[in-house]
């Protein structure tokens, strides 16, 4: 069983900051892929931004130059630093990450709980 506990949103003003962080424990060897989505009222959830476990990010276009995705393996943590925040980013960030028991065995997906990020304009 893994746990992953969310933590860092609030809310903020627009072109204000945030730093969210996802710190995941339990049951595995090897977590691979570390990443984050949200979802907005009335809207289907999104990628927001993943990291492998070689380091390499990818941004959704709408958060790229803003946003930073970055993980410590060491603590199983990824974060989520937002910066120039935008009303539009408002929404429910949910840290997500693929992570096995053993080498052998292949990924399974795990879920935070969700943290809420508001913008005002």
């Known amino acids: 069983q893994v746990q992953l506990v969310e933590s860092g949103g609030g809310l903020v003003q627009a072109g204000g900051s945030l730093r969210l962080s996802c710190a995941a424990s339990g049951s595995f060897s090897i977590i691979s892929t570390m990443g984050w989505y949200r979802q907005a009222p009335g809207k289907q959830r999104e990628l927001v931004a993943f990291i492998t476990n070689g380091g390499t990010a990818n941004y959704v276009d709408s958060v790229k130059g803003r946003f930073t995705v970055s993980r410590d393996n060491a603590k199983n943590t990824v974060y989520l630093q937002m910066n120039g925040l935008k009303a539009e980013d408002t929404a429910v960030y949910y840290c997500?990450?693929?992570?096995?028991?053993?080498?052998?065995?292949?990924?399974?997906?795990?879920w935070g709980q969700g943290t809420q990020v508001t913008v005002s304009s």
């Open positions: 997500n990450i693929e992570a096995r028991l053993f080498p052998w065995h292949s990924d399974s997906e795990y």
